[in-house]
């Protein structure tokens, strides 16, 4: 069965201090990899995807990349407003379903 | 630019009572999806459509049914609400093409009393 485990369940940052979130996964055959942003009280926005190992895409201060076992979130000088519940999602073999991680909810402080 | 729309946002239910959770999409996609997430936890898959008039359940679809008679609406019903149906409930949907992702609306957030 499909498995996605996010680490850390929680993060606290403080302005500037870069970190990486993780996000790995157990499928039997990796068919991309999508990471959301979710703000409290808000459904999940759409961040990136990620096809195959090695591809990296960035925006702003995000930057994501891929290996054939996880997914990284790399954080650059996060700022307050980077605060938020980071989600990644695998899909299932036909792509009807996807399998949802728990999550990071990360806390940069001023 | 409504995209995923749901309604209501907020409900508080009383034990053995029943009621519709609507979702609407104004983007034309096929895909549509329901989801419920606990604290704490990820989203899981109650139901998902890949089309009008197709259903099939997800990873905890017992306690609840859909339908997908347009391809606009996909309305999810609570039949004897329990109290392990409390959650935050949020539909989504998706466009053709296994690079599209999920657009999600704000949720409807449940409690069973």
């Known amino acids: 069965e499909d498995q996605v485990t996010q680490s850390p369940e929680a993060l606290r940052l403080q302005e500037g201090e870069s970190s990486s979130l993780n996000c790995s996964y157990t499928?039997?055959?990796?068919?991309?990899l999508f990471w959301y942003r979710q703000d409290p009280g808000k459904g999940p926005e759409f961040l990136f995807t990620?096809?195959?190992a090695g591809e990296e895409k960035e925006k702003e201060r995000l930057k994501a990349t891929l290996t054939k076992k996880e997914s990284f979130l790399h954080i650059t000088a996060p700022k307050p407003e980077d605060s938020a519940t980071y989600l990644c999602a695998v899909p299932g073999n036909n792509f009807n379903k996807f399998y949802f991680g728990s999550g990071t909810k990360l806390n940069v402080k001023p | 630019n409504a995209g995923v729309t749901q309604t209501p946002k907020f409900r508080i239910l009383k034990i053995g009572q029943s009621m519709t959770l609507q979702c609407a999409q104004d983007m034309n996609h096929n895909y549509m999806y329901w989801y419920r997430q606990d604290p704490g936890m990820g989203l899981k898959l109650i139901y998902y459509?890949?089309?009008?008039?197709?259903?099939d359940k997800g990873e905890v679809p017992n306690g609840y049914n859909v339908s997908r008679s347009t391809t606009e609406d996909f309305p999810l019903r609570l039949e004897l609400a329990a109290p392990s149906q409390t959650s935050v409930y949020f539909c989504a949907s998706r466009g053709q093409g296994d690079n599209q992702p999920q657009h999600f609306g704000d949720g409807t957030r449940l409690s069973i009393l």
């Open positions: 990620l096809y195959s």
């Open positions: 499928v039997s055959g990796l068919r991309g």
């Open positions: 459509s890949v089309g009008a008039g197709i259903t």
